[in-house]
């Protein structure tokens, strides 16, 4: 079964608008992280954002957000006044107690100038 | 080095061959990370390193994969009489933690092409 679902496999929104990604997951861990990344064309992978299982307040981290609805078990990345430079493939995913890391199938976010 | 590195960046291989990929990690990074990554797809994850302690193998999809880190620092995953199936991008990531997270940090990835 998937622990880290992206149900949106492409987006199209237009630049300066705010826009949502999707990730639900899964696990029975009490102490967990979630991450997103982004994936430019370049393919490197570049950091954005970490949300603890524990933290009481959503991370934030200049326009990127995260949505942390922790009985829903979901983490929605929420990307404000987007930019063209925000098309990417964008990936979440999730540290469980051992420390290991899963990323999900990703999203493809298109910006329209 | 201030990132972490990866050799080769692409390599060629005929079926049957087998290569050998190198990750260079951030100094003092306590954990290292293996992913495959297939093209328009996630990263894969395939194993994992706490120092020189592989403490999960679970995602190597095979036994001709096989990936060490001997002195706590630089890692090889090997492959063995490669298939068309292992094309992808080979991602190494490094991290150590902090504050509770254990961000990753990635290299550029060894892209591997099985002819």
């Known amino acids: 079964a998937q622990k880290i679902t992206q149900t949106q496999p492409g987006m199209f929104v237009q630049e300066k608008e705010a826009v949502t990604l999707d990730c639900t997951y899964d696990t029975s861990d009490q102490s967990y992280g979630l991450f997103w990344y982004k994936q430019p064309s370049s393919g490197e992978m570049i950091f954005l954002i970490y949300q603890g299982s524990y933290d009481e307040q959503n991370a934030t981290e200049g326009r990127y957000s995260l949505n942390f609805q922790k009985a829903r078990k979901s983490a929605n990345l929420v990307i404000s006044a987007s930019q063209l430079g925000d098309s990417a493939m964008y990936f979440c995913?999730?540290?469980?107690?051992?420390?290991?890391?899963?990323f999900g199938k990703g999203t493809r976010l298109h910006i329209l100038p | 080095g201030a990132g972490v590195s990866q050799s080769p960046r692409y390599k060629v291989a005929k079926r049957g061959q087998d290569v050998a990929l190198r990750c260079d990690p951030i100094s003092g990074h306590v954990s290292l990370f293996w992913y495959q990554q297939a093209l328009g797809q996630g990263p894969e994850f395939l194993t994992y390193f706490q120092n020189e302690a592989q403490l999960d193998k679970s995602g190597l999809p095979s036994d001709r994969f096989f990936a060490e880190r001997p002195e706590g620092s630089v890692s090889t995953l090997k492959i063995q009489r490669t298939q068309q199936e292992d094309s992808a991008v080979y991602l190494c990531?490094?991290?150590?933690?902090?504050?509770?997270?254990?961000?990753?940090?990635f290299g550029a990835g060894s892209r591997l092409t099985v002819l």
């Open positions: 990531a490094s991290s150590t933690p902090l504050f509770g997270a254990n961000v990753l940090t």
């Open positions: 995913a999730m540290r469980e107690d051992d420390d290991k890391i899963i």
